[in-house]
């Protein structure tokens, strides 16, 4: 039996997205070396300052600029492994302006890609369903129906 307490982490994390031609994009960070691929994030635990400064933290790192959706989250989940508990809650922001030298360029990279492309590249269950969420918040925000639940909606098709 594991005698050891549990550690509790939180951190804040951000699901930028951006109106295109091509639909809504999200970006997406992982490190220069790796092929992991996440949302920009910030550990709130120990820094203090309100949940918008720590999320403006992490778009300022990722060089993302625009504005959060709500003031509410989009959703939260907890992951454990070990004896580590992390605790992740989401904002979405709507982008827009992305600055061309940001703070991780030397260590990141940025990717901007279409929803199905983005639930392929994120490994973690919980960040592909924050898309979901993300996309069904941005059609209610925009007033226009969700074309996943509504049978009445129709595609967009190119004129």
Excluded at 20 to 32: K, M, R, V
Excluded at 49 to 54: D, I, K, N, R, Y
Excluded at 82 to 107: C, F, I, K, S
């Amino acid at each position: 039996m594991d005698n050891r307490e549990r550690v509790q982490l939180r951190e804040s994390c951000l699901i930028p997205y951006r109106h295109t031609d091509q639909g809504i994009e999200f970006c997406l960070i992982s490190p220069a070396t790796g092929s992991r691929w996440e949302f920009p994030k910030t550990e709130s635990d120990g820094q203090g300052g309100s949940a918008g400064e720590l999320l403006n933290q992490a778009a300022a790192a990722a060089g993302l600029g625009g504005s959060l959706q709500d003031d509410d989250p989009l959703d939260a989940f907890v992951a454990a492994r070990g004896n580590e508990a992390r605790h992740t809650t989401a904002y979405l922001m709507q982008v827009t302006h992305v600055d061309d030298d940001w703070p991780r360029q030397n260590t990141h990279r940025r990717l901007w890609c279409l929803a199905e492309e983005a639930r392929v590249r994120l490994r973690r269950k919980p960040l592909r369903r924050f898309i979901d969420l993300a996309l069904r918040s941005v059609d209610a925000a925009s007033g226009s129906p969700d074309r996943r639940t509504d049978p009445n909606a129709l595609p967009n098709r190119p004129r």
